[in-house]
């Protein structure tokens, strides 16, 4: 089973070493770069942008690539973290060998490897958004005796020429196939690159965001992955970022992680995916429905969404599509295949059914019963979100509420099995709370609930207030009151932060 998961595993270092990329090595990475004539070294890291940084080096002889795997490189902390200072910024960057991929775009033979900050002492760099979600998933892990595994619905809006031959519909682009939509070759080309480096795709198509506005048309894709570890769930994210950005700037088109491209229009998330398993296995579902701890897990992040927007959605458009009826949530819920909650239970596949059998009847053989997929979703971050630190705090909430006393009657209290929006069921909606709906208001979110956060020492304290004068930075307190109407300041926003994150 090893040596076909091998082979049909699109990373060419995967292949190549013959053994998954967890398990590289610094001898690895070395024998790939002889055999392969890799002539330059990437090494790759986030700053506090959010966007993947490049630190190039030309090899130059045997050594100098072990050194570089040994020790890693000098480089400005101050220049890519605001809270350090400048006449003490020197920071170490130390590559991670499982993350090494070859470089798709370079012109040479090139491998990128992502790596990590550590200070001057040697020690990991606190405030280093990897490193604070590295903390989470340990705390968590001995806490609890369980692993979190997560995975990311990336969407985004592809922003080109319009075309006259076999228009969309407008709003109607969901899986949608061409000719009736026009820019399904880049995502796919996105999706074979990713895969290359090593990110763990399930499948792409496109979404609902379909119209044309100013000879531009606008259409929406996503590429959803498949739970892995969240360090790895975060890494691919941010890595596929990239690539469609590099692909959009091949292709001559806009790509666009926006959250809110226009107002009426579909908004682009970043819906989160989350699983527990203990032993290797899902252990989500007892009987036919979800178990205690997981519905335990819901009622944490429930509790403190409205701090998780801090990290989930920092700029002020976050806003304007945490609004009702555009299927983004804006009340504190959860149910169950439910678009209008904030964490929704997907189908899974609890039930032992037959549907392969009814579908094909011409089957004789014996269909194996695929256990363990179940997963919930929480629907309210988005592209501007700062992945590590939004996956970190995830991940802070999930173990939160399994510490909780009175998690299970919360859940059951916060558990709605209708659409909260049609006007038969106002009377539920009047009852839940709402997501905070400015940054002004998320700020305050976290900072009531930042002592969670900082428990532990996982979030440092610094890194909340940081976060916290940030947001209060935009001052954009009934921000949607103020541009009701107004077509051209609203223009001028959603360009402001197309390229957010």
Not at 346 to 363: F, H, K, R, V, Y
């Amino acid at each position: 089973m090893k040596e076909l998961e091998i082979r049909l595993n699109p990373n060419p270092l995967v292949q190549f070493l013959k053994k998954p990329a967890a398990e590289f090595t610094r001898q690895d990475i070395i024998y790939f770069c002889e055999e392969n004539e890799i002539e330059m070294i990437n090494f790759r890291y986030v700053g506090e942008d959010g966007k993947l940084k490049s630190l190039n080096f030309v090899l130059n002889s045997k050594q100098h690539l072990e050194d570089l795997l040994s020790t890693g490189e000098r480089v400005d902390g101050s220049s890519l973290f605001s809270h350090i200072e400048a006449g003490s910024s020197d920071l170490y960057v130390i590559p991670r060998f499982k993350t090494a991929f070859v470089n798709p775009f370079s012109d040479y033979p090139t491998l990128d490897i992502l790596c990590s900050f550590y200070t001057s002492e040697g020690l990991p760099l606190e405030s280093a958004p990897e490193h604070i979600l590295k903390k989470a998933i340990n705390e968590f892990r001995e806490t609890t005796g369980y692993d979190f595994k997560a995975m990311g619905e990336l969407e985004y809006y592809v922003v080109s020429e319009t075309e006259e031959l076999y228009p969309g519909i407008d709003q109607k682009g969901y899986h949608e196939s061409p000719p009736f939509t026009k820019n399904g070759h880049i995502r796919k080309e996105a999706m074979s690159l990713i895969s290359q480096c090593g990110g763990q795709i399930k499948y792409g198509h496109s979404e609902v965001g379909n119209f044309v506005s100013d000879d531009e048309l606008f259409e929406q894709q996503e590429i959803e992955f498949l739970p892995v570890d969240p360090q790895d769930a975060v890494d691919q994210l941010v890595v596929a970022k990239w690539i469609l950005r590099m692909l959009g700037d091949e292709f001559g088109v806009n790509i666009s992680f926006a959250p809110k491209i226009t107002v009426g229009k579909a908004g682009s998330g970043l819906h989160i995916h989350m699983l527990l398993e203990k032993d290797g296995k899902n252990i989500m579902v007892e009987g036919s429905g979800l178990g205690n701890d997981a519905r335990k897990m819901i009622a944490g992040i429930l509790d403190l969404s409205s701090s998780l927007t801090a990290f989930g959605n920092t700029i002020p458009t976050s806003y304007l599509r945490l609004v009702p009826h555009q299927e983004a949530p804006t009340n504190i819920c959860w149910g169950d295949r439910n678009r209008s909650v904030l964490v929704r239970v997907p189908l899974g596949w609890i039930a032992d059914t037959s549907m392969i059998l009814d579908a094909n009847p011409q089957e004789t053989g014996a269909i194996p019963y695929v256990a363990g997929k179940q997963t919930v979703e929480l629907r309210s971050g988005d592209g501007s979100a700062d992945i590590y630190l939004y996956m970190a705090g995830i991940i802070v909430a999930a173990q939160h509420g399994l510490q909780m006393p009175n998690a299970l009657k919360m859940a059951e209290k916060l558990y709605m099995d209708v659409n909260i929006f049609d006007d038969e069921h106002k009377d539920k909606l009047a009852k839940l709370e709402c997501l905070p709906q400015s940054c002004w208001e998320s700020a305050d979110a976290l900072a009531e609930k930042r002592e969670f956060f900082e428990k532990s020492g996982i979030f440092p304290s610094g890194t909340i207030d940081q976060i916290v004068k940030k947001l209060k930075s935009f001052d954009d307190k009934d921000l949607s009151e103020r541009l009701y109407g107004k077509e051209d300041e609203l223009r001028e926003l959603v360009m402001k932060y197309l390229h957010c994150m």
